[in-house]
Protein backbone atom coordinates (compact mmCIF):
# COMPACT_ATOMS: atom_id res chain seq x y z
CA UNK A 1 0.00 0.00 0.00
CA UNK A 2 1.04 3.62 -0.94
CA UNK A 3 1.38 5.85 1.57
CA UNK A 4 0.28 9.92 1.37
CA UNK A 5 2.55 11.57 -0.96
CA UNK A 6 2.96 15.48 -1.81
CA UNK A 7 4.15 17.20 -4.83
CA UNK A 8 6.21 19.02 -5.32
CA UNK A 9 8.60 18.81 -2.74
CA UNK A 10 9.91 22.22 -2.92
CA UNK A 11 8.33 25.59 -4.27
CA UNK A 12 9.45 29.06 -4.97
CA UNK A 13 7.36 32.00 -5.67
CA UNK A 14 6.74 35.84 -5.44
CA UNK A 15 4.74 37.76 -3.59
CA UNK A 16 1.43 38.01 -5.57
CA UNK A 17 1.34 34.89 -7.56
CA UNK A 18 -0.85 32.12 -7.16
CA UNK A 19 0.42 28.33 -6.63
CA UNK A 20 -1.28 24.60 -6.42
CA UNK A 21 -0.15 21.93 -4.17
CA UNK A 22 -0.90 18.07 -4.64
CA UNK A 23 -1.84 15.37 -2.30
CA UNK A 24 -2.46 11.80 -3.31
CA UNK A 25 -4.28 9.98 -0.20
CA UNK A 26 -3.09 6.89 0.98
CA UNK A 27 -5.38 3.83 -0.22
CA UNK A 28 -8.75 3.46 0.83
CA UNK A 29 -8.69 7.05 2.47
CA UNK A 30 -12.03 9.13 2.01
CA UNK A 31 -10.71 12.26 3.98
CA UNK A 32 -8.26 14.43 3.44
CA UNK A 33 -7.06 17.57 5.79
CA UNK A 34 -4.34 20.18 4.84
CA UNK A 35 -2.10 21.92 7.75
CA UNK A 36 0.57 24.70 7.43
CA UNK A 37 3.52 24.48 9.55
CA UNK A 38 5.48 27.60 9.80
CA UNK A 39 8.91 27.48 10.74
CA UNK A 40 9.84 26.22 14.39
CA UNK A 41 6.08 25.58 15.06
CA UNK A 42 3.69 23.38 14.91
CA UNK A 43 0.71 22.39 12.36
CA UNK A 44 -1.83 24.54 11.94
CA UNK A 45 -5.19 23.31 10.55
CA UNK A 46 -6.67 24.76 7.22
CA UNK A 47 -9.22 22.70 6.18
CA UNK A 48 -10.43 19.48 5.28
CA UNK A 49 -12.19 17.88 2.51
CA UNK A 50 -13.95 14.52 3.07
CA UNK A 51 -15.62 12.91 -0.01
CA UNK A 52 -15.11 15.59 -1.99
CA UNK A 53 -16.49 18.13 0.31
CA UNK A 54 -15.38 20.77 2.19
CA UNK A 55 -15.81 19.74 6.10
CA UNK A 56 -14.68 22.30 8.33
CA UNK A 57 -12.03 25.14 7.99
CA UNK A 58 -9.71 26.55 9.98
CA UNK A 59 -8.71 30.55 10.38
CA UNK A 60 -7.28 30.62 7.22
CA UNK A 61 -8.56 33.65 4.34
CA UNK A 62 -10.22 32.38 1.48
CA UNK A 63 -7.44 33.02 -0.70
CA UNK A 64 -6.80 29.61 0.60
CA UNK A 65 -8.90 26.52 -1.70
CA UNK A 66 -9.16 23.20 -2.01
CA UNK A 67 -10.16 20.65 -3.86
CA UNK A 68 -10.96 17.03 -3.79
CA UNK A 69 -11.20 14.69 -6.80
CA UNK A 70 -13.36 11.31 -6.97
CA UNK A 71 -10.01 9.50 -6.29
CA UNK A 72 -9.91 11.17 -2.84
CA UNK A 73 -6.74 12.74 -4.28
CA UNK A 74 -6.96 16.68 -3.23
CA UNK A 75 -5.40 19.95 -4.29
CA UNK A 76 -4.31 23.48 -1.82
CA UNK A 77 -4.82 26.56 -3.83
CA UNK A 78 -3.66 29.47 -2.53
CA UNK A 79 -4.07 32.99 -4.36
CA UNK A 80 -2.31 36.22 -3.95
CA UNK A 81 0.67 35.16 -2.01
CA UNK A 82 2.72 36.87 1.23
CA UNK A 83 5.22 36.41 2.40
CA UNK A 84 3.83 35.14 5.45
CA UNK A 85 2.76 32.28 3.57
CA UNK A 86 6.09 30.55 3.16
CA UNK A 87 5.69 27.42 5.56
CA UNK A 88 5.48 23.45 4.93
CA UNK A 89 2.42 22.49 3.80
CA UNK A 90 1.00 18.97 5.06
CA UNK A 91 -2.03 17.07 3.61
CA UNK A 92 -3.05 13.90 6.02
CA UNK A 93 -6.12 11.26 4.86
CA UNK A 94 -7.31 9.82 7.38
CA UNK A 95 -10.22 6.43 6.81
CA UNK A 96 -13.19 8.61 8.13
CA UNK A 97 -13.61 12.47 8.99
CA UNK A 98 -14.08 11.80 12.58
CA UNK A 99 -10.70 9.36 12.95
CA UNK A 100 -7.90 12.03 13.65
CA UNK A 101 -6.17 8.88 15.03
CA UNK A 102 -5.89 7.28 11.87
CA UNK A 103 -4.35 10.23 9.89
CA UNK A 104 -1.44 9.91 7.43
CA UNK A 105 0.48 12.27 7.36
CA UNK A 106 2.77 13.12 3.70
CA UNK A 107 6.10 14.77 3.98
CA UNK A 108 5.17 18.03 2.76
CA UNK A 109 5.58 20.73 0.44
CA UNK A 110 8.17 23.30 1.41
CA UNK A 111 6.86 26.58 -0.24
CA UNK A 112 9.05 29.87 0.00
CA UNK A 113 7.63 33.24 -1.44
CA UNK A 114 10.32 35.60 -2.09
CA UNK B 1 -10.15 28.92 21.36
CA UNK B 2 -8.61 25.71 22.11
CA UNK B 3 -4.55 25.19 22.61
CA UNK B 4 -1.56 23.47 23.15
CA UNK B 5 1.19 24.33 25.28
CA UNK B 6 5.07 22.40 25.39
CA UNK B 7 7.59 22.46 26.97
CA UNK B 8 10.49 24.80 25.14
CA UNK B 9 13.50 22.83 23.92
CA UNK B 10 15.95 21.76 22.04
CA UNK B 11 15.75 18.73 25.23
CA UNK B 12 19.94 17.53 25.10
CA UNK B 13 19.87 14.17 26.97
CA UNK B 14 22.69 11.42 27.07
CA UNK B 15 21.47 8.15 25.80
CA UNK B 16 19.40 6.06 28.30
CA UNK B 17 18.42 8.89 30.53
CA UNK B 18 14.70 9.38 31.24
CA UNK B 19 12.83 11.87 29.52
CA UNK B 20 9.50 14.20 29.91
CA UNK B 21 7.86 16.42 27.65
CA UNK B 22 5.58 18.83 29.64
CA UNK B 23 2.49 18.90 27.50
CA UNK B 24 -1.23 21.32 28.66
CA UNK B 25 -3.85 21.81 26.98
CA UNK B 26 -6.84 24.25 27.24
CA UNK B 27 -10.10 23.26 25.67
CA UNK B 28 -14.17 23.88 25.90
CA UNK B 29 -15.02 20.72 26.16
CA UNK B 30 -13.13 16.68 26.80
CA UNK B 31 -10.61 16.19 23.70
CA UNK B 32 -8.48 13.46 22.83
CA UNK B 33 -5.12 14.05 23.52
CA UNK B 34 -2.33 12.70 21.17
CA UNK B 35 1.87 12.73 20.61
CA UNK B 36 3.19 12.82 16.99
CA UNK B 37 6.84 12.86 16.14
CA UNK B 38 8.43 14.18 13.51
CA UNK B 39 12.16 12.37 12.30
CA UNK B 40 14.84 14.56 9.97
CA UNK B 41 13.19 14.04 6.61
CA UNK B 42 9.94 12.54 7.34
CA UNK B 43 6.57 13.50 8.05
CA UNK B 44 4.45 13.30 10.96
CA UNK B 45 4.05 10.14 12.40
CA UNK B 46 0.89 9.30 15.24
CA UNK B 47 3.33 8.20 18.61
CA UNK B 48 0.23 7.42 21.05
CA UNK B 49 -3.17 9.00 21.90
CA UNK B 50 -5.45 8.82 24.90
CA UNK B 51 -9.32 9.46 24.55
CA UNK B 52 -10.25 9.98 28.47
CA UNK B 53 -9.64 11.22 31.37
CA UNK B 54 -6.87 8.54 33.17
CA UNK B 55 -6.37 6.60 29.94
CA UNK B 56 -2.68 5.83 29.54
CA UNK B 57 -1.51 5.69 25.82
CA UNK B 58 1.52 4.16 24.94
CA UNK B 59 3.58 3.07 22.02
CA UNK B 60 7.92 2.07 21.19
CA UNK B 61 8.43 2.66 25.45
CA UNK B 62 6.70 6.67 25.58
CA UNK B 63 4.00 6.84 27.55
CA UNK B 64 1.33 9.56 28.40
CA UNK B 65 -1.53 9.88 30.87
CA UNK B 66 -4.49 12.31 30.18
CA UNK B 67 -4.79 14.06 33.32
CA UNK B 68 -7.80 16.00 33.14
CA UNK B 69 -7.55 17.51 36.69
CA UNK B 70 -4.32 18.88 35.70
CA UNK B 71 -5.14 19.82 31.52
CA UNK B 72 -1.89 17.99 31.44
CA UNK B 73 -0.57 14.97 28.90
CA UNK B 74 3.31 14.42 29.64
CA UNK B 75 5.17 12.69 27.40
CA UNK B 76 7.70 10.02 29.25
CA UNK B 77 10.37 7.39 28.51
CA UNK B 78 12.50 5.08 30.95
CA UNK B 79 15.50 5.06 29.07
CA UNK B 80 16.12 7.31 25.48
CA UNK B 81 17.77 6.33 22.34
CA UNK B 82 19.83 8.38 20.04
CA UNK B 83 17.39 6.85 17.45
CA UNK B 84 14.48 8.79 19.26
CA UNK B 85 16.22 12.04 18.63
CA UNK B 86 13.16 13.92 16.83
CA UNK B 87 10.82 16.46 16.78
CA UNK B 88 7.88 15.48 19.22
CA UNK B 89 4.36 17.25 19.04
CA UNK B 90 1.37 17.25 21.26
CA UNK B 91 -1.98 17.73 20.09
CA UNK B 92 -5.38 17.88 20.83
CA UNK B 93 -8.96 17.11 18.85
CA UNK B 94 -12.38 18.32 19.95
CA UNK B 95 -14.61 17.67 16.80
CA UNK B 96 -12.78 14.36 15.60
CA UNK B 97 -11.63 16.36 12.44
CA UNK B 98 -8.82 18.45 13.33
CA UNK B 99 -6.11 18.19 15.39
CA UNK B 100 -4.79 21.29 17.19
CA UNK B 101 -1.22 21.13 17.56
CA UNK B 102 1.29 22.59 20.12
CA UNK B 103 4.83 24.59 18.80
CA UNK B 104 6.82 21.28 19.06
CA UNK B 105 9.67 20.50 21.35
CA UNK B 106 13.10 19.32 19.47
CA UNK B 107 14.79 16.22 21.16
CA UNK B 108 18.13 15.35 20.94
CA UNK B 109 20.10 12.75 22.04
CA UNK B 110 23.78 11.89 22.79
CA UNK B 111 25.86 8.90 22.72
Known amino acids: ETGVTQSPTHLIKTRGQQVTLRCSSQ?????VSWYQQALGQGPQFIFQYYREEENGRGNFPPRFSGLQFPNYSSELNVNALELDDSALYLC?????????????FGPGTRLTVL | GDSVTQMEGPVTLSEEAFLTINCTYTATGYPSLFWYVQYPGEGLQLLLKATKADDKGSNKGFEATYRKETTSFHLEKGSVQVSDSAVYFCALSLDGNKLVFGAGTILRVKS
Open chain 1, 92 to 104: ASSLESNRPDTQY
Open chain 1, 27 to 31: SGHNT
